[in-house]
Every structure is written in C-alpha cells, then in structure tokens.
C-alpha cells in the first residue's frame, strides 16, 4: 500500500508562485510514474503534469513554461513549481502514482492541496 500527503498549497497572488511537494511511503514504493493533476469546482480533474523514473516529463498546454514539475528520489518526494500563477489555477491539486504489479498497475492518490491564486 502507498501513501501520498501533499503539502505546499495555499493563498497566493496573480503573478505569484508556490512549490506543492507530495511524498511517497509504504512498503514496495517504486518510484514508476507520478503526476500532479488539478480538479476546479464543477469541472473534471485534469492532468497537469507526470515524470516519469528516468525524468521524462510531460506537461498541459496551461502548465508548460509556467511549472516544473521534479522528483527527489532518495526523499521519495514530487514536487510542482508553479510560478506566474493566474486565478484560473485555482483548484484542489493532487498527487498520483502509478505502481506496477506483477499482471497490471495500481493508481493512488493523495488527500489534495488546496491552491488559490487571487487578489
């Protein structure tokens, strides 16, 4: 079983920045693919960005040049750096992992972190 808590998330003005990290615990955590998604009210949760174990990242077209999305893997920590952040940022963030298992893949989640980018 794999715990995910996040932390970083808050009030911030429009142009401003925050660094969201999740770490990872439990027994067999394998650092596979971890990703950062966003739910707004009333909308579907959204990807907003995943690495993967070598690095490769993946952003949306309304994160990428704005975020950075890293991996600490002694620490077992993801992180999100937002930076130039617009109130349509706004939403609760979560962090995902993928974990293999010997026939599929297991996906968890973390409780969220609440961001709120207004003036």
């Known amino acids: 079983q794999v715990q995910l808590v996040e932390s970083g998330g808050g009030l911030v003005q429009p142009g401003g920045s925050l660094n969201l990290s999740c770490e990872a615990s439990g027994s067999g955590f394998f650092f596979y693919i971890m990703g950062w998604y966003r739910q707004s009210p009333g909308k579907q949760r959204e990807r907003v960005a995943v690495?993967?174990?070598?690095?490769?990242?993946i952003y949306s077209d309304s994160a990428r040049g704005r975020f950075t999305i890293s991996k600490d893997g002694a620490k077992n920590t993801l992180y999100l750096q937002m930076n130039a952040l617009k109130p349509e940022d706004t939403a609760v963030y979560y962090c995902?992992?993928?974990?293999?298992?010997?026939?599929?893949?297991?996906?968890?989640w973390g409780q969220g972190t609440q961001v709120t980018v207004s003036s």
């Open positions: 690495i993967n174990e070598s690095g490769a990242t």
């Open positions: 995902n992992s993928i974990q293999p298992r010997s026939q599929d893949y297991a996906a968890y």
